[in-house]
């Protein structure tokens, strides 16, 4: 069955560092997301992204964080100089078509801000 | 107050009973998504719904598009059944944005 997957499964890096997390969406799906949830909180929304643009982001995606498809297969997103709050678990999504359509999720990668 | 609002937030059940999860919402929605969240943290969709009612296995979803409701049922309940679930919309006025309920931290003891 396809999957989603995600490296690293954990990630620590001291705060002010630069962190790439990765992800392999599923092949012929269109749409991908990035959603993160800080442990004991709800998951919460970040990003998708559509022919190789952002289509929507939440208020937490600010200029600190961005996403690149940089081939055909992976998905990234990059948080520039990390603070202890971005201390959560992510995790990547994509499905065929948009909200309307059934989404698969990854593993997730933790990632600790020290 | 949060969009989308489950409850309970926490179930303890005996092995073998029947379980329901509530999700009500106060958007407009173009689908509502039940997930499974294991203790690993891993995430799997269970169901998408826009109307009526699916099945697979033990699991039942129904929503109700007027009364903005959405339950989640488990017949004959089984301890590999413990996990959150999580109860997510998609809204009609945004595309691809999903937007999550805190969570039913289920808990089927043997």
């Known amino acids: 069955e396809p999957e989603v997957t995600q490296t690293p499964s954990h990630q620590v890096t001291q705060m002010g560092q630069e962190v790439i997390l990765r992800c392999v969406p599923i092949s012929n799906h269109l749409y991908f997301y990035w959603y993160r949830q800080i442990l004991g909180q709800k998951v919460e929304f970040l990003v998708s992204?559509?022919?190789?643009?952002?289509?929507?982001k939440s208020e937490i995606f600010d200029d600190q964080f961005s996403v690149e498809r940089p081939d055909g297969s992976n998905f990234t997103l990059k948080i520039r100089s990390t603070k202890l709050e971005d201390s959560a678990m992510y995790f990547c999504?994509?499905?065929?078509?948009?909200?309307?359509?059934?989404?698969?999720f990854g593993p997730g990668t933790r990632l600790t801000v020290l | 107050k949060n969009e989308v609002e489950q409850s309970p937030q926490n179930l303890t059940a005996q092995e073998g009973e029947f379980i329901t999860i509530n999700c009500s919402y106060s958007v407009g929605i173009s689908a509502l998504h039940w997930l499974q969240q294991h203790p690993g943290g891993g995430i799997v969709s269970l169901f998408m719904?826009?109307?009526g009612k699916k099945k697979h296995g033990r699991l039942i979803a129904t929503i109700n598009i007027q009364e903005k409701h959405s339950s989640l049922h488990i017949t004959a309940s089984h301890p590999r059944d413990s996990a959150v679930y999580i109860c997510a919309v998609g809204r009609e006025t945004s595309g691809s944005r999903l937007t999550f309920g805190e969570g039913t931290q289920l808990t089927v003891n043997p």
């Open positions: 992204f559509y022919n190789n643009e952002i289509s929507e």
């Open positions: 999504a994509s499905s065929q078509r948009t909200s309307g359509s059934y989404g698969f």
């Open positions: 719904l826009s109307s």
